[in-house]
T-cell receptor
Framework: KNEVEQSPQNLTAQEGEFITINCSYS?????LHWLQQHPGGGIVSLFM???GKKKHGRLIATINIQEKHSSLHITASHPRDSAVYIC???????????FGQGTILTVHP | NAGVTQTPKFQVLKTGQSMTLQCAQD?????MSWYRQDPGMGLRLIHY???????DQGEVPNGYNVSRSTTEDFPLRLLSAAPSQTSVYFC?????????FGPGTRLTVL
């Protein structure tokens, strides 16, 4: 069973700050997902990556397969970025994910 | 496209009752999954399916049954509800480059 650890568990930032959330996993994977969950519950996929780096707007996700580590960066953070960010990893079956506990991000104006 | 739909949004059951949580998708995705989300536990996989007629257990399958007779539908059945099954349930599909989640069903078992 893959163990997925996220850090930090809670993160508070001021608007405009650069934010990094980390994810480490214990077993080799086929893909890693970053998800966002706002208060009220809906879950949205931000990235799926198996190597290198992806960028979408102010969000950047990187993965280091050898070190079994991924980071999610948010540049120029905004209060609307306040949400829970969840890392999930998948093995050989796409549908079978193991999740981290989530990082609660609060961005103050 | 509706994406992934779940019904009902909310449900209250008494211990011992049975019910089916519905999940449907219109994206023709092969992979579908059911998760439960509990405070302090994160999301955990209940059952998943890699295509019509094929299902497998996840991390917490006890007390739940699934079937996949069509690509579109993946219902989750609670056979005899218990208070420990109070949770928020999410259905999801796997597309080429992302997971698509339904809006969730909040279930309370009294």
């Amino acid at each position: 069973k893959n163990e997925v650890e996220q850090s930090p568990q809670n993160l508070t930032a001021q608007e405009g700050e650069f934010i990094t959330i980390n994810c480490s996993y214990s077993v080799g994977i086929s893909a890693l997902h970053w998800l966002q969950q706002h208060p009220g519950g809906g879950i949205v996929s931000l990235f799926m990556l198996s190597s290198g780096k992806k960028k979408h707007g102010r969000l950047i996700a990187t993965i280091n397969i050898q070190e079994k580590h991924s980071s999610l960066h948010i540049t120029a953070s905004h209060p609307r970025d306040s949400a829970v960010y969840i890392c999930a990893v998948g093995g050989t079956s796409y549908g079978k994910l193991t999740f981290g506990q989530g990082t609660i991000l609060t961005v103050h104006p | 496209n509706a994406g992934v739909t779940q019904t009902p949004k909310f449900q209250v059951l008494k211990t011992g009752q049975s019910m089916t949580l519905q999940c449907a998708q219109d994206m023709n995705h092969e992979y579908m999954s059911w998760y439960r989300q509990d405070p302090g536990m994160g999301l955990r996989l209940i059952h998943y399916s890699v295509g019509a007629g094929i299902t497998d257990q996840g991390e917490v399958p006890n007390g739940y049954n699934v079937s996949r007779s069509t690509t579109e539908d993946f219902p989750l059945r609670l056979l005899s509800a218990a208070p420990s099954q109070t949770s928020v349930y999410f259905c999801a599909t796997q597309g080429y480059n992302e997971q698509f989640f339904g809006p969730g069903t909040r279930l309370t078992v009294l």
